[in-house]
Structure formats: C-alpha cells, structure tokens
C-alpha cells in the first residue's frame, strides 16, 4: 500500500491482551485472522517489567528490564503474583529484589506495596502501566482501541480477577471480558484446528498454573473442570535453580538484592540453554571464579518436584470433569515453561499422551484473549463460536463456628446464581454481617476471605421474624455480585461490601484521576471516544438484526428503528458525545419490542428444533395477538 | 426456580438423551448467553443474563442423576426428601463407610479406590433401575432408590476428600 490513509472516524479495533506474569502480548484479528502486535522492534513479547526512575519517570519492558540490573529495588518484575494479595502474604517472604511497604492501617494492609525510587505503588498500577504501554502499541497500528479482552489464570480467586479489572480501568481500557488463559488457548487452538473432542490445556507460565479440561463441539468451548494453583509457575524454576546451584558458585555469604537479582537472572538464561543443550557453562561474574556448570539432569533433578505439585490438580480436574486420561482427544500445552523438556516429559507421563505444542505456546493465548475480543465486539462473523466457562474455585458463607456453607461448588458455569435465606438474631436488629469466602477447605479461616458484606435496612422487627434472601451471582467475568431482600416487607436491601483484599472503588477512582494529567479534556476525549464504539456497535448490531429477522417486524416499525438509525449514525459523525449517548437510547428504545420477540423466537427455535421457516410462522401468530393488544390499548 | 426439563424445552424423562441434552443446552447458551448480547440494551442484556443463568442451572440438574430424579418427582408433587432406602441397604452403607474409614487409616489408596469403583458400579446399577420405574410413572418404587443414590453420592464424596488429601 502506497498510502496509510488515517481515517479518525474508521472503527476502532477490538482487541486482547495476555498479562502475563514474565511477558506481556496485545494481539487483534484483522481479515479474519488473530495475529500479535509487534513493537518497533519487531517484537510480540512485552517484558513484564516496570521501572520507577526520578522524577516520575516509569519504563515499561525490555528497556526497564535493562534497568533492573543497576535498580534492582526499583524495578518491578512478575507483578502478577502479587495482584489481589494483602500486605502479609507469603509471596512477599520469596526470594525477591522489592522493598515492600509497612502497612501503617488495616486498610493499607489489603493490598501489598512496593517502594520504588520516590513513591509506593501498588500492583494495580504497575500492571496498569504494562496495560498502557500495549494499549499504546494497539493504537498505533490501529486507529483505535474499541475494547478490551484481557485474559487471566483460570485459578485467579476473586481479589485476583478484581484488581486485574482494575488495572484495566486505570489504564484507561473498556473490558469486555476477563477470559480464563486456558480456554483463550484453547479458543486459538480450536479455531486454527477446527478439530472437535474433549481436550486437556496445561498451562504453566512464569508465575501460575493452570489445568482445564473442556469439550469442543460444534463451535461451543464447554469448560467442564478447571483447576490450578496461582502461585506456582517457571519463575519458581528460575528460584531453584538459583538457590541450589548459583548463589553457593557465586559464595556471597549475606546476598543483597542486587546480587539475588544476578543469580536468578544466570539461573534463567542457564535454565533456557538446558531447553535445547545437555549441559550448559555458565560464566560468573567474579574474578578468577570457573564457570558454574549445570546439566539437564541436575535442572530435572530440582524441577521435578515442582512439576509433580502440577499432578494433583490435574488428576482432580479429571475427576471434576467425570473423565479418565484415555478419554482425552489432546493435551495441549501452554505457556513459556511448558518448553523445558522436564514438564513435556512429565505431562506426557501423566496423561499417557503425546502433548500438542504446534501452536507458539507463548503467543497462543493472547491469540485467543484477541478471538474473544472480535466475538464480543467485531462485526458477527464469528456468530457460531461461544465459550462456556466455569467458577474455578468454590464460593461459601462462613457459618457459626468458622464452618464453612458452599452457596455454589467449584466448576459450576458462569454466570450463575444461588440463593440463601437467613433471619436476625435480636430483636429490632437492623443489620446483618456475611463473610464471603472463596476455597474447597471446610473452615472458613483456611479458605481465602472475598469480602464482608453488610446489610442494612432490614426494618425492626423480633429475633428470627425477618426473612434476608440474599442472591449470589458470579458473572462471565467470575466475578462475585451480592443483593439482598427481605421477604415479608419485600425491601431490596442495602448491600456493603468490604472487600478483605484489594482497592475499593473509591481509592481506584482517585488513582484514576491523579492519573490523568489533563483531567477534564482527557475525560471528555475518552467519553467521546466510548461513546462512538458503543454507538457503532449498537447500529451494528441493529443493522444485523434487522437483515436477520426482518419477518418480526411490525407494520411501520422499520420506519422508526431507520430514523432512529439515522439519527445515531449522524450524532456518531459528529463531536458531541451526549449526542451519541442519546441517540445510541433512542435507537435501543425504537428497537426494545423488536430485540424482545427476536430472543422469544431465538428460544423458540432452539427448543423446537425447527426450521426457521415454522417459527416465523409461529411468530407470526405472536405478532398478531401483539397488535391485538396493541390496538386494545389505543 | 422453575421446573428444569420446562426451561431446557425437553420432554420429563428420566431416559434423557445426554447428548441431545447437551446440544440442546448448546444451543439455548447461544441466544443467552451474556457474550452474545454484544450492542444490546441494558434491560436486554439483563433478562438475558437471567435466562442464562436458569440455562446453566437447568442443565446442572438435568446433567446430575439424582437432581434429574429429584426434578420429575417434584413436577408429579411426589415428597422425596424424606425417603429412606431399605434397612439392608443402609446396613450395607453403613459398613462400607467404617471400612473406608480403616482404609484411610491405614492409607491404603488402592482399596480406597477398589470401594470407589464398587460404588460407582453400584450407581450405574441403581441409575438404570431407576429410569424405566420413573418413566413408568412407579414413583413410589423409584423414591427408596433416589435415597440410594444420595446415599452412594455421599460416599464417592468421601472418596474424593480422601483422594485430594493424599494428594492423588
């Protein structure tokens, strides 16, 4: 092409993103193809890594990561392990180059910080700044971002998925979905093979594994068990490797950071070497020092029992998903780490099977994080593909005693529901306290806590008379939501979340505005910009429908929906993003009866099995008692 | 909530088709679900959700061998909840649990998993029963064999307790 024409009113571009633990990927379909976004460089792979220099300065990537060798205490690396996790958690006692802040309140002490050269930061920003550095990539090469699917371990807990969105929102980015990385993989995997059966996808990344087990069937991804651990992964390779062989070679006695920074670097490169070598020198930088030789044994020898922690929940997933290893079409593998010679070995043990790696295992979910992104919000051309996911972990009410009560088990598909009723316990009380936890255990204090939810408003009445129903729903997201009502008076109540781990709105919102350095024009040019995605994607929509099931139409209706059409392409033109907004409601309102009959008769169909022919007929009939009423009401 | 078999659009009988019964759920998912309600109104997508989330639940009981059971007595206004299994059958469950107790005592993975096996086998036995009793409308026969199977379920349960806590 002679000429790159930059049109500012062509569609922005769905599109996805692997945050990953080590690296980082932005990938779009374009002409029906998934495909990474590549760097100036020619890169796909974004480092994981985020440097805090002087005066505000951040670095994002290789670039930090050439950083970190001089600021090891500044530079931020495998963040992903700490997103959703408080101040006192294990993972802050591994071996790491950070200084991580004293908490000074309880509230500080939800979410872990880092000191880094003048500030403290909390993971949410500094994935927040991975986020924008490919949101900057994406706008480059497209001429917009409309959306974003950003892809998460299927085994992230609640606090994990939240503090993701989070960052998302931070960096400025719509999100469509948060979509589990084993069914991302297994979505590109499906979509290039075009094979159906029942498949395993083993993914093990920097910092998290995870196992599923789905079905692919005629375009539906059914996720039957998912399992996983999200703090286990190839940086715990790198660790001990590190600790076993480089640190002793390197003889420092008390080891800094810098000098821990070193050893899991060598251990790293040494680690990548054994991939394709039996053995591997390694030089130190110490004078007079021999170089420290390591072999492929001696790197299984450490590995392997880290790799055989991956069994057991891979044994449950099988269990979960009432299957034996023999039934399995394929086990596909993904992630960097599953390239270590030890873990294929070990799979290939495990499911009695050869592992398909056909499909880069690094670039494989941000493949499908893109796929997705086009299904949700591209043009329909994809219209037969749906994924159906699952709650990773199970999700229970703290009873007396600490006991734990499953309101919904793990694997149950999302969105879904459940609902349980509780009374007061004192006269006139008027409010009621749940502790939401999310785990398998039968205690609540060995299960990870979400959140404590207040009611308030219940109206006073004696002990044990008002009737809380209180309504879980888990989203496609995975994530938690909580309503409450009392059923003698009927009232919605109040419903408080304390969340145990993480940012609450309020603290995401000023982030969110100390972010932005021009405040008020960024926000007016980012609410324009949504507002023309969202309206486009609406006439989208609509012009679909209408090609579809121009049957359901009623007589003058199409005059209408056309005006209102009209009217939103028009607003979408111009600069005035109220006028898009209401344009984008006249349209949905002009559309509202037509919307409701065309999923009466989508239903229709797929419970009948009939031919489109007969439900328009039989529609026909529901149209006419519809202008039956319609003339009764005139 | 509402009758199962009435949300799936599928005719009450234990004898389902599993295969039918998922491509009817495939197929229902792929009007509601909240991924296909991309460019549509707010109050579309909420009756969506909510369709989608009595879709999943739906299949969940239909898919389940004693929730399925459950479903059609509850549809015929048959009380089941209650029912016992015959006192041989619970003298038999009876031993059965104090010997998985020794078993996993004594850590032996493999008798444990020899009894899951027999359990499983006894399931099947017990399922096939049951479908042609409740098809042919002899609810009073099929209620003692649902107990079983609750009974059976809580066992492989157990099972699977144990099996995690050797870390199998």
Do not use: W
């Amino acid at each position: 092409m002679l000429f790159d024409i930059f049109d500012p009113k062509a569609a922005p571009r769905p599109i996805g993103i692997d945050l990953g633990t080590s690296n980082s990927l932005v990938a779009c379909v374009r002409d029906g193809r998934a495909a990474c976004l590549l760097d100036c460089d020619g890169a796909a792979l974004l480092p994981s890594v985020v440097h805090y220099g002087p005066h505000g300065r951040v670095v994002v990537g290789g670039d930090a990561a050439r950083l970190q060798g001089e600021h090891p205490e500044d530079t931020v690396t495998s963040v992903k392990r700490f997103m959703g996790r408080g101040a006192d958690d294990p993972e802050t006692r591994r071996l790491s180059s950070l200084r991580f802040a004293t908490p000074s309140t309880p509230e500080e002490a939800r979410v872990v910080r880092f000191c880094v050269a003048d500030r403290v930061v909390s993971p949410v920003e500094v994935s927040a700044e991975i986020l924008r550095t490919l949101a900057a990539r994406a706008r480059d090469e497209l001429n917009g971002v409309g959306g974003v699917v950003i892809t998460v371990p299927a085994y992230f807990d609640d606090a994990q998925r939240q503090a993701t969105k989070d960052a998302a929102r931070l960096a400025g980015l719509e999100v469509l979905r948060l979509l589990n990385e084993p069914t991302a993989a297994a979505l590109a995997y499906g979509l290039e093979k075009k094979q159906s059966g029942t498949f395993a996808v083993y993914d093990l990344g920097g910092g998290t594994f995870d196992v599923t087990v789905l079905r692919l069937d005629d375009g539906v991804f059914h996720v039957l068990a998912t399992g996983g651990d999200s703090a286990r992964g190839g940086d715990d390779f790198d660790r001990a490797l590190a600790e076993a062989r480089v640190l002793p070679a390197l003889g420092v006695a008390d080891p800094g950071p810098d000098v821990r920074r070193l050893a899991l670097d060598l251990a790293r490169q040494a680690k990548h070497a054994l991939t394709d070598h039996a053995e591997v020198e390694v030089a130190l930088p110490r004078d007079g020092a021999p170089a420290l030789v390591v072999t492929r044994a001696e790197l299984d020898g450490l590995v392997r029992p880290i790799i055989e922690r991956t069994g057991a929940a891979c044994r449950r997933a099988l269990r979960d998903a009432e299957l034996s290893p023999t039934e399995l079409t394929g086990v596909i593998l993904v992630g960097g780490a599953t390239r270590v010679p030890a873990v294929r070995a070990y799979v290939r043990e495990l499911f009695g099977t050869e592992p398909l790696c056909d499909l880069d295992p690094d670039q494989v979910v941000a493949l499908g994080a893109a796929a997705q992104a086009e299904l949700l919000a591209g043009d329909g051309a994809m219209d037969d593909v749906l994924l159906l996911d699952v709650l990773p972990l199970s999700l229970g009410i703290e009873t007396m005693g600490g006991v734990v009560d499953k309101i919904l088990p793990r694997n149950t598909t999302v969105p879904a529901e459940a609902r349980s009723t509780f009374t007061t316990y004192a006269d006139r009380q008027t409010g009621f306290e749940l502790h939401v936890v999310q785990g398998e255990r039968e205690l609540a204090a060995d299960c990870r806590s979400l959140a404590r939810f207040t009611l308030r408003g219940i109206p006073p009445m004696p002990a044990g008379m008002a009737r809380l129903e209180v309504t879980f729903s888990v989203d496609a997201d995975g994530l938690l939501h909580v309503s409450a009502r009392e059923l003698t008076t009927g009232l919605v109540q109040r419903v408080e979340v304390k969340p145990t781990y993480g940012l609450d709105d309020d603290a995401v919102e000023q982030m969110l505005l100390a972010a932005l350095d021009h405040g008020e024009d960024d926000l007016a040019a980012r609410r324009l910009v949504e507002e023309r995605v969202e309206g486009a994607r609406v006439a989208q929509a609509t012009r679909q429908a209408l090609a579809a099931d121009a049957a359901l139409l009623l007589p003058g209706e199409q005059a209408t929906i056309d005006a209102a059409m009209a009217a939103l392409v028009a607003a979408i033109d111009g600069d005035d993003a109220g006028r898009i907004h209401l344009a984008c409601e006249d349209l949905q309102r002009a559309t509202h009866a037509f919307a409701g009959r065309r999923m009466d008769a989508a239903i229709a169909a797929a419970i009948s099995g009939r031919q489109l022919g007969d439900v328009e007929r039989s529609v026909e009939g529901a149209k006419g008692v519809e202008a039956h009423l319609a003339a009764e009401r005139s | 909530m509402a009758d199962p078999f009435t949300t799936l659009g599928l005719a009450p009988t234990y004898s389902l088709d599993l295969a039918s019964l998922d491509a009817r759920y495939h197929e229902l998912s792929k009007v509601v679900h909240p991924d296909r309600q991309a460019g549509k109104a707010p109050a579309e997508r909420r009756r969506a959700l909510s369709l989608a989330v009595d879709v999943n639940s739906a299949y969940r009981a239909l898919r389940d061998p004693i929730r399925r059971a459950e479903a059609l007595l509850a549809r015929r206004g048959v009380s089941h909840e209650r029912a016992a299994p015959t006192p041989e059958f619970l003298m038999e469950v009876m031993e059965l649990r104090e010997s998985l107790a020794d078993a996993r005592l004594a850590r032996d993975l493999d008798r444990v998993r020899r009894m899951a096996d027999d359990a499983r086998a006894r399931r099947a036995r017990v399922t096939s029963a049951l479908g042609p009793l409740l098809d042919a409308g002899r609810d009073a026969d099929a209620v003692p064999l649902v107990a079983e199977l609750r009974y059976l379920a809580r066992f492989l349960d157990e099972v699977r307790v144990i099996e995690e806590e050797a870390g199998a």
